[in-house]
Structures are given as C-alpha cells and as structure tokens.
C-alpha cells in the first residue's frame, strides 16, 4: 500500500534550536507538532528487537563493541491557537553515576530546558500525556524543589491510564524495574494527574487509545484535523524499522497482541497517508508508511 496523500499535503518546516540541533514541525489542519529529543541512552539492541536476528537489525541500528545501539528520548509538543500539550517527557536526570555511565548519558537533557530551547516554556505547557509510565517516557514528569518532586510542568494537567498505574503499583518482578514512583506519585498526592479508563479524546481530533502489547494499557496518540492523520506509536513502534509488524521488542509483555495491533494501524497509516512518529526512533521525526510486495518501510522521512 502507498499513501493516499502524497507527502506535499502537509507542511513540514525546520530550524536550529538553542541547543544547536533541529527543531522538525509538522503541520496537521489547525495544529502544530514540534518534534523535541531530550537527548538519547544506549541500550542492548537484542532487547528492542527480541528474536529478530542482529544480522537484520544491525544493517540501520548499527550497535557498537557492546552491542548497545542508540535510542532518543522522544517528546512531541502539539498546538493550535488554544492549547499547547506535551507528549512524554523524556527520561528524566535521576540517574547515578553507575546508570550514566552505562547509558553513556553523562549529562541528561532536562525537559524543561529540551522544550525552552525549541521556544517553548514550561508554563505555557496546559497539558502532559503520558503513554505509558516507564522511566525512558515520563522521567522528566517532576523536578526536585524544595526538597520535595514537583510537577515540571507546573500549570499542566498529567493523563495517564488508570490500568498503567494499577500495573506499577503492584511491582510485578518482570517489569518493576520500569516504573519509578517518584514520576507520578508526587502529581497524584497534588492533584495534577488526571486517571483515563480506557480510550479517550483530549480535545477535539487528539485521540488516546489503549493498544496493549508493550504493555497492558499503553496509548497510541492519534491527532486527525482536516484530511491530515498524525500517529505517535510510543513503544508499539519504537524505531522507524519497526515498520515491519513481526519486529517487536523483547520488552513487550504481549508480543502476539502487539504485532496483531501494529500489523491493523500500520495497515491504515499506510493505506490513507498518516504521519507517523516513534518511541525511541533517534534520527527520523516523523515518516509515512508503505508495504509492498509483503515488505514494509518508512518514507518521506523528516529527519
């Protein structure tokens, strides 16, 4: 399948940030998407592609001596004339120096000075959305003031699933280690965390849905404004290689349920053009989708 909307349809544009690497917007109808990486964290490449041979994955996630590959902490900020919302917040700083260093994150990128540099103050940020609560997506969730966590973004509202803070709370020795309190218990005890039960619409056009794989209540964000589609996969496509429905990620609890959820999505993405952005994707933005001849790959990538 080859998009229906060609890739001039939307307007993307590009410029150099106060960090000194590129600020990527993608025009959708009325909204805005600017694409903010807080920095990047190697980690084992076996784990983000499961029983997918290196001989395969290596050809465009290259790893090093260690067999560790590189994977950015994606955020989205999206706007239109009334609001100005955040999709995750990056892995956070809280990290030590024995986590630094096998990260190789000896200086993580605060949120907060992720998006100033894309012209973007905390204050001004009215929504968070949470995907999932591991670490790598909501670490820059709270700040330490005061001797207390605070919201980083303090004027937000936070939403995250019901069912994923059910899920963190029970410690479960599988996946325990992904969920650290201190990014959402501090925004329950104050009020700024707003609990969803299964799929909703933020505002009008900006869809959460529930699509297990990953893990049981992750979100897909769906934004549809006009005849445009822009889709951040979060962790169900971590990297644009992911295209491939079968290629899932020795992480995810449901493999079958996610390469079924992938194979519907990646269907219609393809089939009517939707942009479509990814978890951990460290140098492409945002990409369209096509499959042909059984072969799936991303294309118009705005890297």
Same mark, same amino acid.
């Given at each position: 399948?080859? &998009? ?8 993307? $544009? $590009? ?5 000194? /690497? @590129? ?16 920095? /990047?964290? +190697? ?12 001989? #395969? ?5 290259? &790893?090093?001596?260690? *067999? ?11 706007? *239109?004339?009334? !609001? ?8 956070? @700083? ?9 990260? !190789?994150?000896?200086? &993580? ?6 998006? $100033? ?15 999932? #609560?591991? +670490? ?17 973004? &303090? ?20 996946? /325990? ?25 933020? #505002?009008?056009?900006?869809? #959460? ?5 990953? *893990? ?25 290689? *992911? ?20 194979? !519907? ?23 369209? @989708? ?14």
């Amino acid at each position: 399948m080859t &998009p229906l909307i060609s890739s001039s349809a939307v307007a993307s $544009s $590009s410029r150099v940030n106060r960090l000194g /690497s @590129v600020s990527l917007v993608l025009e959708i109808g009325n909204f805005r998407i600017t694409s903010v990486r807080a920095g /990047s964290y +190697w980690w084992d490449g076996g784990t983000f592609f499961g029983v997918v041979p290196k001989t #395969l994955w290596a050809k465009t996630q290259p &790893p090093d001596e260690q *067999n560790l590959i590189e994977a950015g902490f994606n955020c989205f900020v999206v706007e *239109n004339d009334e !609001r100005r919302i955040l999709i995750e917040t990056g892995g956070g @700083v809280r990290h030590d120096e024995r986590a630094r260093a096998r990260m !190789r994150t000896p200086a &993580p990128v605060r949120i907060r000075e992720a998006i $100033s540099a894309h012209g973007f103050e905390p204050e001004t940020i009215d929504t968070v959305i949470n995907t999932h #609560l591991h +670490w790598d997506h909501v670490g820059g969730n709270t700040v330490d003031e005061g001797g207390r966590a605070v919201a980083s973004m &303090p004027n937000a509202r936070y939403f995250a699933q019901r069912g994923e803070l059910d899920h963190a709370r029970e410690r479960h020795p599988r996946d /325990s280690v992904s969920y650290r309190e201190v990014n959402y218990e501090p925004l329950l005890e104050a009020g700024q965390m707003q609990l969803i039960d299964g799929d909703s619409e933020v #505002l009008p056009g900006l869809q #959460l849905t529930v699509t297990p794989g990953h *893990n049981r209540s992750m979100m897909v964000v769906t934004l549809k404004s006009g005849e445009d589609t822009w889709c951040h996969f979060a962790d169900l496509v971590q990297f644009a290689v *992911n295209v491939t429905p079968t290629w899932v990620s020795g992480f995810d609890l449901y493999p079958l349920e996610a390469i079924d959820n992938k194979t !519907r999505l990646l269907t219609q993405a393809a089939a009517e053009g939707w942009w479509c952005s990814f978890g951990h994707e460290p140098v492409t933005s945002f990409a369209q @989708v096509e499959s042909k001849d059984g072969k799936w790959r991303t294309i118009n990538n705005r890297t």
